[in-house]
Structures are given as structure tokens and as C-alpha cells.
């Protein structure tokens, strides 16, 4: 991977190589899976002016969680503020108005304390009611921790009519990185059930429906295809809900997942206890958080591949940190200091996540557009001319 390489010397390391072809890619393949639902990329995961751009492209729609996310959209297509939800269902009654006054018309409450603060500073903001669906086995359970059960929803949409919030629908989010469709399927059967609710007991016809994140990242080939776990989602949302009714999502991970690459460099190196450790520019306080936060493993890959003996090798971060290793007592190439690797599918959050420990460089985001699948194959290639 010269490219990457010369990349890198032109740079430096840490860096973060971003393809926004690769992101509008998977972000117009989930519009063309769902296409009557208007698909809110989620900015958590990768926050930059480049991917609010390339949603603007693609005449597509922002999910936002804080006042500094809107600051981003503003700065980066101030256009996209009248396309944005505010989805953090928690929220300083200081950002529902700072919200409302930059143009935000939708946020998210599940609660009758956020009901009331936002009847108090902005009255006229739609909202969507968040329902909790449980989820044990999601990688992230977020009903845990927001939205109202069943029984809660009925007495908060009565309190929320009685005020006169301008509840639009509701949204729900069952959890991130889901396996299997079922999950969306049943909540958005059962969201029928409390629209049908609301309309019987207060004559009110929900607008919206907000089907929130959840959808799978292609990271390894077990995962399941988006396209795949679509298909059952498009089927029960046209069997329940009729053309009149506006779907939305939040999709953040599936969406960012795979579309960087992060580069790394060599910067020491010692045999200790039989083995050679390396150490990286780049870490698990770094870009490689995921391996902290959400359980990822990450493979590293030479820009350079060698005939010489691989040896048993230990690749740890720059921080002071014991717990700062990628990868242990693997069979690697030998390395030498200034050597360069890169780890491709490097997940959502990971760069999101990374912290300034011990006040080491962060990673920095460089634009580069790759083709995954030709690197995938390229490393395959490499991989087995070795074996
Ligand atoms: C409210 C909300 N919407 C959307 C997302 C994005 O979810 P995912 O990355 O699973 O698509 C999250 C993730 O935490 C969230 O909290």
C-alpha cells in the first residue's frame, strides 16, 4: 500500500484517511433499501463538516445530539439546519432554546421534566415521543437507559396533550449494531398499536415515525447485509403505515463504519519476555477506542509486506497505559521503527471516542478516497502469496 504509505510520510501519523465516496456509497444504498424514509445520519459517530456535506449531496437529513453538532451543521452547510432532528432525549433548557432559535423544529423528549422545559422555552417545537424497546443483546442497550415503557407513554402523551405540546409521532432506537431485523419489525408493530392509542383516545393522528439507529456495520462477513436486514423493515412498515405518514431514521454506525482507514507508525520497539513489542503512534485512548468501548478487535496491516520469518509480536499504543495494546503475541513480520500500519472497517465510534491521554496528537482526518473491496482483496492477495 505505497499509497498509504506516501500518505502518511506527506502527513504524519496519527491520521485517519476518509473516503467520502465510501460514505456516500453506503449512505445512498440504505436510501435506495428504505426509499420512503427519510434517513437522518446520525453525527455522532464521525461529527466533520465532510460527511454533513456529503449527506447535503445527497439531499439527505442530520441527527444531531448536542449544541456543538449544530454548530458543526451551521458551519458546514447552514442549509441542513431546517433538515436536522435534535434526537438527545435529555437536554439543557439553555440548548432547547439555543435549538429552536438556530432552526431546529424537532427534538426528542421521553420524560415529563424535558416536556415541560420545552413548553417552557420553545412551545412551538414539534416533538417526538421516545419509547423504549429493551434490548438485551444489542451491542449498545440505549432503552435502558432512554425512553418511556408502555404504560409511562400512556400518561405522558395525556400530560404532554393536556399542555399542548405539539407531539408529531414518536421515535424509538433499539439498539446499536442489531443482528437480525426482528427487533425494529416488532417495534414498529407496536408503535401502530399506540398510534392507533392516540387516535382513539384523543382524536390526534401522529405525522412522524422515527425508527431510530440500529443498522448493522459490515464488519466482518457474518454480519448481516443491509440490504438483507432492510427488506423485512420496508414490508412491515408499508403493510402498517400508509404513504401519508413520514419515516424517519437515525442510522449512525452502519453508515460510518467503514469508510476510513487509520494509519499508524512505528515509534519503538524492544524484545522483552521473548516476543518484540511495538509501539504505535496510535492506541485504544486513541483511534483503536472501540477495542474499549464496544469490544472490537482491529487487525494491523504492513504498508509493506516481507518474506523474512514472522516472530511472535505485541503491538501496544503511545500512552503510559498497561491496558494500551491492539494486538498481543501475534505471528508478525519483523517491523522497524518508522514503518507504517494501517487497519481498515475501523468501526463507528472509535474516532468519536478517542480521548487526549497523557496529551499525546490526536489522529487527524485526511480525505482520501479508496475502494474497500480492491483493499480487502489486495491484503487477501498479499496474505496468502506469504502463507
Ligand atoms: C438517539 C440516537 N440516534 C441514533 C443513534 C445512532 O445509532 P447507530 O449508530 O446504532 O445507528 C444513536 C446512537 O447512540 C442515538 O443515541
Redesign the pocket.
Same mark, same amino acid.
Given at each position: 500500500m505505497e499509497t498509504i504509505k506516501a500518505i502518511a510520510e506527506q502527513h504524519g501519523t496519527p491520521i485517519i484517511l476518509f473516503s467520502e465516496n465510501e460514505f456516500t456509497r453506503v449512505y445512498k444504498s440504505i436510501q435506495s433499501y428504505l426509499p420512503r424514509v427519510k434517513h437522518h445520519f446520525?453525527l455522532?459517530?464521525l461529527p466533520t463538516k465532510e460527511c454533513i456535506q456529503a449527506i447535503s449531496a445527497c439531499d439527505g437529513y442530520l441527527?444531531i445530539?448536542s449544541i456543538g453538532e449544530l454548530e458543526l451543521v451551521k458551519s458546514a452547510d447552514p442549509s441542513m439546519v431546517a433538515r436536522t432532528v435534535y434526537? %438527545? &432525549?435529555i437536554k439543557k433548557e439553555a440548548d432547547i432554546e439555543t435549538a429552536a432559535l438556530n432552526g431546529i423544529k424537532t427534538m426528542?423528549a421521553e420524560n415529563f421534566t424535558e416536556l415541560r422545559k420545552i413548553m417552557k422555552v420553545a412551545p412551538e417545537m414539534n416533538v417526538l415521543l421516545r419509547i423504549a424497546f429493551p434490548n438485551e443483546e444489542a451491542r449498545?442497550n440505549?432503552s435502558e437507559r432512554y425512553g418511556a415503557d408502555e404504560e409511562r407513554f400512556e400518561r405522558l402523551y395525556a400530560f404532554a396533550h393536556k399542555i399542548g405540546a405539539n407531539v408529531i409521532g414518536c421515535s424509538f %432506537?433499539v439498539?446499536?449494531?442489531m443482528q437480525q431485523p426482528n427487533e425494529h419489525v416488532n417495534a414498529i408493530r407496536e408503535c401502530r398499536r399506540i398510534y392507533n392509542w392516540v387516535y382513539e383516545n384523543f382524536g390526534v393522528k401522529f405525522k412522524v415515525l422515527d425508527i431510530?439507529?440500529?443498522?448493522p456495520a459490515k464488519y466482518t462477513k457474518d454480519d448481516m447485509d443491509l440490504e438483507d436486514f432492510c427488506e423485512p423493515i420496508r414490508e412491515v412498515l408499508d403493510e402498517l403505515f400508509e404513504d401519508e405518514m413520514d419515516i424517519w431514521s437515525? &442510522?449512525?454506525?452502519?453508515i460510518a463504519a467503514n469508510c476510513h482507514i487509520a494509519v499508524t507508525q512505528v515509534i519503538g520497539k524492544v524484545w522483552k519476555n521473548n516476543r518484540m513489542w511495538y509501539y504505535l503512534d496510535d492506541g485504544v485512548y486513541g483511534t483503536y477506542a472501540g477495542m474499549m468501548y464496544e469490544d472490537i478487535s482491529y487487525e494491523l496491516h504492513p504498508t509493506k509486506y516481507s518474506e523474512e520469518e514472522p516472530i511472535l509480536s505485541v503491538f501496544a499504543g503511545p500512552t503510559c497505559d498497561s491496558i494500551d495494546v491492539i494486538l498481543k503475541n501475534v505471528m508478525y513480520q519483523p517491523l522497524e521503527v518508522g514503518d507504517y500500519l494501517y487497519s481498515i472497517r475501523i468501526g463507528?465510534y472509535g474516532w468519536a471516542s478517542r480521548t487526549q491521554f497523557n496529551l499525546l496528537a490526536e489522529s487527524r482526518i485526511i480525505p482520501y478516497d479508496f475502494d474497500l473491496v480492491a483493499i480487502e482483496e489486495f491484503i487477501e492477495e498479499s496474505q496468502l502469496v506469504l502463507a
Open positions: 446520525a455522532k459517530p441527527d445530539a434526537t %438527545h &432525549p426528542v449498545c440505549l %432506537h439498539g446499536s449494531q431510530g439507529g440500529g443498522f437515525e &442510522p449512525g454506525r452502519s463507528a
